[in-house]
């Protein structure tokens, strides 16, 4: 492309990426199966992680976009439709089963690098456990890693105290032999591929370029505009180099080359965008004037350099933090007020009693905690109230 390159400004730039991503629309007053599909259509994955001190990751960034969402909704699909299925993007994820020939390439790609990686890894023998893994699955039916061990190691069952069948179902699971046929708990119940994925969707194949190209084009269709390391993170599913050849060759013909603005007022930085990005303003994209609690795992976030670039919110999520040096807490949520994260907040189920405890809240500097702002954050904090059982909101710290 010759001549000025165009510039998206800021404030463009996030509302094109939220937008993107759900959330500027208006949440619809009912969720259907057609309707959740689609969302996850749109978002190409939902994150899923075993962290439920509010609820599940996939169950918030269903939530923050669609308030009427409902668990048994997303079972459905999963469980009983087949329409979305669990595998591995840059970590584990509900996927579009339509999408599951990409992964059948992809399955090809990373059997390899899996297997050396998990040997460095110290877990001894479970390359031997395949065969009779599938034995025994192809005989006696879906099965819970638990099923399978072998009694031999105690521990907490982290990574470290995997014995060789639970790595050996791991590894079947993200090479395409097994699948995840339902949860049980928040523990995979694995199955045959055969059993769990349609025949129509098992019987397609890719090659490398194909699938270079898809992971390109759909991630810049996710995202707006894109680096060539941010269209290689999307998936997880392609490497750098390979994005960088593909903007070479593809990408500068095929869409245009603009500069991103920053939220503090920063360098510019080159990207790929759609060009119909061009002919838009920030008024042509409005947020809603609703305030929403975000996942850690949410996708619009989870590129943390992208997230600190378009919105100066420098987020970190402080599990592995140990407690004494965490700046705010354990799993603190964002919080997204129109087109803007406006703070965080730390809180959690209080089951027995049926309350939600909010433990901590924190404005960003600069953002004052008006009286309208106060009211749409009680406004979400009561949806996720009734979402997770709860029958009141109980703030035990200062708002």
């Known amino acids: 492309m010759s001549g000025v390159i165009p510039d998206l400004s800021n404030t463009l730039a996030r509302r094109v990426f939220l937008h993107r991503h759900g959330l500027l629309d208006r949440p619809p007053r009912t969720q259907s199966k057609a309707g959740l599909l689609g969302l996850v259509e749109r978002l190409g994955f939902i994150q899923v992680d075993s962290i439920n ?10 939530l923050a976009r669609q308030p009427a969402h409902r668990s ?29 020939p990409i992964w059948r390439r992809h399955f090809v790609r990373v059997a390899d690098r899996l297997r050396e990686r998990w040997r460095s890894w110290r877990r001894e023998g479970f390359e031997a456990e395949f065969d009779a893994v599938l034995a025994r699955i192809a005989r006696d039916g879906p099965v819970l890693a638990r099923e399978l061990s072998d009694g031999t190691r105690k521990g907490g ?20 032999a097994l699948a995840v046929t339902r949860r049980d708990g928040f523990q995979k119940v ?12 098992r019987e397609s194949e890719i ?7 898809w992971a390109c084009r759909s991630a810049l269709a996710r995202l707006g505009f894109a680096t060539p390391g941010e269209l290689a993170g999307f998936w997880g599913l392609i490497g750098v180099e390979e994005a960088k050849a593909w903007c070479e060759a593809v990408g500068r013909i095929d869409y245009a080359t603009v500069t991103v603005g920053t939220a503090d007022g920063s360098k510019p930085r080159l990207a790929l965008a759609d060009p119909t990005l061009l002919a838009l303003d920030a008024e042509n994209l409005t947020p809603p004037a609703r305030l929403r609690v975000l996942s850690p795992f949410d996708p619009v976030i989870r590129d943390r350099k992208r997230t ?12 592995f933090v140990p407690a004494v040096k965490r700046r705010y807490g354990y799993y603190v949520f964002p919080l997204l007020d129109g087109d803007r994260l406006v703070g965080r907040i730390d809180m959690r189920c209080r089951r027995d009693d049926g309350v939600l405890v909010v433990t901590g809240l924190w404005w960003e500097l600069g953002l004052r905690p008006t009286k309208a ?3 749409r954050l009680e406004a979400e904090l009561d949806r996720i109230a009734r979402f997770t059982d709860c029958t009141q909101v109980q703030f035990e710290c200062d708002r």
Not at 53 to 62: F, G, S
Not at 158 to 172: C, F, M, N, R
Not at 190 to 201: C, G, K, M, Q, S
């Open 53 to 62: 001190t509010v609820e599940r990751a996939h169950h918030m960034i269903v």
């Open 72 to 100: 048994e909704t997303l079972a459905t699909l999963l469980e009983q439709d087949r329409s979305l299925f669990e595998n591995w993007t840059h970590d584990a994820a509900v996927i579009p089963t339509a999408l599951f």
């Open 157 to 176: 069952g982290g990574w470290w105290d995997w014995h060789p069948s639970k790595t050996a179902l791991e590894y079947l699971w993200r090479t395409g």
């Open 190 to 201: 694995y199955d045959l591929t055969e059993r769990v994925i349609p025949a129509v969707h």
């Open 207 to 213: 090659d490398d370029p194909t699938l270079v190209d």
């Open 308 to 319: 600190q670039r378009l919105f100066g919110f420098d987020y970190r999520i402080e599990v």
């Open 373 to 375: 702002r106060q009211g």
